[in-house]
């Protein structure tokens, strides 16, 4: 389809940068020849099929798999090879579609994790008891869990379960945040809560790539949108441009 609107970066180095990236498990093609650039502060949507490639693309950019052939590159720096927490501690973060809060761990304590591990490990940063609890209170404040701070994780709602998933990532205080089907099973009105939230962490500075399988918030989120299908990315554009290509119509969203 045309030229790709969103592969157009602010400045001179985009915020993440993965060129030709490939991926195999045996005879398999997980990901194959990947091309894709994110820009600071942009929200990006990653749609396609089950199968398509998404969770490898994801699990090779968070460090979870290591890719190849081909390249990423995160704020200017290759960062292939690098364990999952050296990339956290860079400012990469991710979501679980599945949340795993620690289960013997209050909501906040589970908060802090983060905060001590990955903010708190970063060079030159050393976080008071006084700066540890304001900022996990922060961080409960965004996603509206403060008052839940001393409960444990298996008291909340399956909503502030995934908000909790969403805090614990947003507590590594990322430049981006990769969410992973954040909405999957949610009702209509807490899908709507959800996708206000990723905009309201996009509003702070955050670049967020949401991968998602529920249309209308994708639509309502995204300001470019991105599909794989069999390990490659068949669309990249504008989301009013991508859902009208006959290609990602045949291929995901039906004839």
């Not at 940068?17 to 045996?26: N, S, T, W």
């Not at 304590?109 to 700066?131: C, D, F, K, M, W």
């Amino acid at each position: 389809m045309g030229q790709p609107v969103a592969e157009e970066v602010i400045g001179d180095v985009p915020l993440l940068a993965i060129e030709q990236l490939g991926k195999r498990f045996g005879g398999f093609v997980a990901l194959d020849t990947v091309d894709l650039k994110v820009p600071q502060g942009q929200r990006l949507g990653l749609i396609g099929p089950n199968g398509s490639g998404k969770s490898t693309l994801v699990n090779c950019i968070s460090g979870t798999l290591q890719n190849e052939t081909g390249s990423v590159s995160f704020d200017g720096q290759r960062i292939d090879g690098f364990p999952a927490h050296r990339r956290a501690r860079l400012g990469l973060a991710r979501s679980f579609q599945l949340p795993r809060p620690f289960r013997t761990m209050t909501v906040a304590e589970n908060v802090r994790v983060p905060l001590i591990y990955t903010v708190g490990a970063r060079a030159g940063v050393h976080l008071t008891q006084s700066e540890l609890e304001d900022r996990c209170m922060e961080v409960l404040s965004l996603v509206a869990l403060q008052d839940k701070a001393n409960k444990n994780p298996f008291d909340l709602t399956q909503v502030e379960m995934r908000k909790l998933e969403l805090a614990r990532a947003m507590a590594a205080e990322p430049k981006l945040l990769i969410a992973d089907e954040s909405m999957a099973g949610l009702s209509h009105s807490e899908v709507e809560d959800i996708v206000a939230l990723l905009i309201r962490m996009n509003e702070r500075g955050v670049t967020i790539i949401m991968i998602e399988h529920i249309m209308r918030a994708v639509m309502a989120f995204s300001q470019r949108l991105v599909v794989l299908v069999s390990g490659r990315k068949i669309a990249d554009g504008a989301p009013e441009d991508v859902i009208k290509d006959k290609d990602v119509v045949g291929a995901y969203l039906g004839t």
